[in-house]
């Protein structure tokens, strides 16, 4: 089980008088409050229209019963997983979870005891779906830990397939459990042997208590007045402190996400003169765009903008799709632009307040709130909300009624760059219904890039391509429906090679380089002749091939990409070429031996017309010098 993630304090408390979310231990109404059990890091965030019609989709799909039947304030908690996965909170409870397997390519809706009552107690079992009652002497051994075997069973919804989610009822039908079925209701039916039910939860039956509905967003911005006060008092403070101390004009970076729209009130609220500046990628959603130009025209501000045009699709051939450790296109689409809307607008470097919290991620959890770009050397960033959750900046947008980016309520819990690779699968299978036409242009692309690599329509669909290493969960889905992600083919006649570099704005520090070659590198010859080993220490994976020197790393894709880090441009940028020469020494060695008679230390020998680099190397790189394939074929 994977260790808890606190990037910060868990700020959801609800008031029972009120029935409403509070981000602290007393309500506006003078109430005390409790504290609700959620999954860190606790990003919580509202609930919109889309989100509870999905939730209630889906309960009527597996229970044929909404779970959500009438008016309430509901909150989402986004949970670690390998997609998208919310917990639901309903009246100071989290009464389910809603998640987007891979395997299946579906969403799934995973009921808690209490989202179970709320379905099956004082209904008729008759009208539901996906349920099996147990006869009275199984119940103690199911509330003892067991899974539910098929002579157990008393029971069940015929209908239950294999793999469904499922409620397990005691033998006068109240809720015990809940968990996921081991066989079809038909095969349960018939008593023989076998698991039946995975029982995941399991609590004695006790009645529930459902508090009166009908509250509003209005009625929790209400309840949070006192909270949501101090915090934006406090980033009031922070926003004139770092003004009246860096002697720069001031500027927000406007994304069209909602921390940037709340960061942008913010210092509208403190601050006269300021501008907005904004990266338009060219790979925006179009709403983003119109969003941008609404709130630009609402201020009432100089909008500095430039855009990336066709960068992406002009530069995707040479890198292959980007993927979560080789994000090429944030280097060619953004960072790049960014710098150049700076240079030219402000000759002595501007500050920009954005819309960084430390909820998101561990590196922006770590990060100064006031710091130096690295990447855009005469720009000083500044986080103003670094420590609110995503619920402190809804709670701000709805008070204020600003004008937020209508992609949130279409189902999309982050904007950015639509094809982002790490965006979850949940989110690019929805911009097939949302945005088909830009769906369909990224999955030609990908199905034929697949097909250049040897890989199938399947990796495609199952999002494999968002990585060039897949996470051993992922792996063990692929290996599973049998699916092969790791390229395949010869690349030995055309080793046409692209660099970019710079900060890695994802990370946390450093300086990345990533390359391309435009088709697969067999990493068993590269691993045969032993070539990275002029390089650094070499190390070879299931699809990666890895070299490190010192402090510096790379790594080396089967797909063709290659990744370098350093402290420095120029220390990755050097690194890479070594790299990519070694690549190239291994897949066109013509046997020349030439290498062979300059290695003063003899860790070079000729094997079946090869040179091979053997464990005594130390990596001093001369034999890449004297390689006819790198003077005349690189």
Same mark, same amino acid.
């Given at each position: ?369 006031? %710091? ?15 420590? %609110? ?28 760059? %639509? ?25 030609d692309y990908l199905l034929s890039y697949a097909q250049r690599m040897g890989l199938s329509e399947d990796w495609v669909k199952h999002g494999f391509w968002r990585w060039k290493e897949l996470p051993p969960q992922l792996k063990e889905i692929a290996k599973k429906k049998g699916i092969e992600f790791i390229p395949k083919g010869s690349n030995e006649n055309s080793l046409n090679f692209v660099i970019t570099s710079g900060y890695r ?80 020494r291994a897949l066109l060695c013509s046997g020349c031996g030439v290498c062979v008679g300059n290695c003063s230390h003899r860790s070079i020998k000729m094997k079946k017309g090869l040179a091979i680099i053997n464990e005594g190397c130390v990596h001093c790189g001369k034999c890449i010098d004297v390689c006819p394939v790198v003077k005349f074929n690189s």
């Open positions: 089980m994977s260790k808890a993630l606190y990037l910060g304090e868990l700020l959801l408390y609800w008031c029972p008088s009120c029935n409403v979310p509070v981000l602290g231990k007393e309500c506006s109404c003078g109430t005390a409050t409790g504290q609700v059990t959620i999954t860190p890091p606790g990003d919580i965030r509202p609930a919109f229209p889309y989100d509870v019609d999905l939730v209630n989709k889906l309960s009527i799909e597996q229970f044929n019963a909404p779970l959500i039947a009438d008016e309430r304030v509901v909150v989402m908690n986004k949970s670690p997983y390998d997609d998208r996965m919310d917990e639901i909170i309903v009246d100071g409870e989290v009464i389910g979870t809603i998640r987007f397997e891979l395997e299946q390519l579906k969403w799934v809706l995973l009921l808690r005891l209490n989202g179970a009552r709320r379905i099956f107690d004082n209904a008729d079992h008759n009208t539901l779906k996906s349920w099996v009652s147990v006869d009275e002497g199984a119940e103690k051994f199911i509330l003892g830990g067991a899974s539910l075997l098929a002579p157990g069973v008393k029971d069940a919804d015929p209908s239950i397939r294999e793999l469904n989610e499922v409620v397990v009822l005691t033998h006068d039908g109240k809720v015990l459990g809940t968990g996921r079925s081991r066989m079809t209701g038909e095969k349960m039916l018939e008593r023989g042997k076998g698991v039946a039910v995975k029982v995941r939860s399991k609590e004695e039956p006790k009645a529930i208590v459902i508090p009166s509905g009908g509250q509003t967003w209005n009625d929790v911005v209400k309840a949070n007045e006192t909270y949501m006060n101090d915090f934006v008092e406090r980033s009031h403070k922070f926003i004139k402190n770092v003004s009246s101390s860096v002697d720069r004009p001031a500027t927000v970076s406007y994304s069209g996400g909602k921390d940037s729209l709340a960061v942008l009130h913010l210092v509208s609220e403190c601050l006269d003169d300021y501008d907005l500046i904004f990266a338009d990628t060219g790979i925006e959603f179009p709403e983003t765009l119109k969003n941008v130009h609404d709130v630009t025209q609402y201020y009432g501000k100089t909008l500095n903008i430039i855009s990336s045009g066709d960068a992406f699709w002009d530069s995707v051939d040479s890198f292959g799709p980007p993927s979560v450790e080789v994000r090429w296109c944030c280097k060619v689409c953004k960072l790049g632009p960014i710098t150049q809307i700076i240079n030219e607008n402000y000759e002595d470097g501007c500050l920009t307040f954005i819309g960084q919290r430390k909820y998101e991620s561990s590196a922006r959890a770590k990060s100064e709130r006031v %710091w130096k770009n690295p990447w855009v050397g005469n720009q000083v960033a500044a986080a103003p909300i670094q420590n %609110w959750t995503a619920m402190h900046v809804w709670l701000y947008i709805f008070k204020n009624e600003l004008l937020f980016n209508p992609m949130y309520e279409n189902g999309f819990d982050r904007i950015g760059c %639509w094809l982002c690779p790490s965006c979850s699968l949940a989110d690019l299978v929805r911009l097939k219904e949302t945005h088909p036409e830009m769906e369909k242009k990224l999955n704005p994802c990370k946390q520090g450093g300086i990345s380089a990533e390359g391309g070659f435009d088709g697969p590198v067999d990493l068993g010859r590269l691993e045969h002749t032993g070539m990275l080993e002029a390089v650094g220490k070499a190390s070879y994976m299931e699809g990666v091939a890895m070299v490190s020197l010192e402090e510096d790393r790379a790594q080396i894709f089967a797909s063709g990409s290659v990744t370098a880090r350093s402290d420095s441009d120029k220390d990755a940028r050097k690194l890479m070429k070594k790299v990519e020469l070694s690549v190239r």
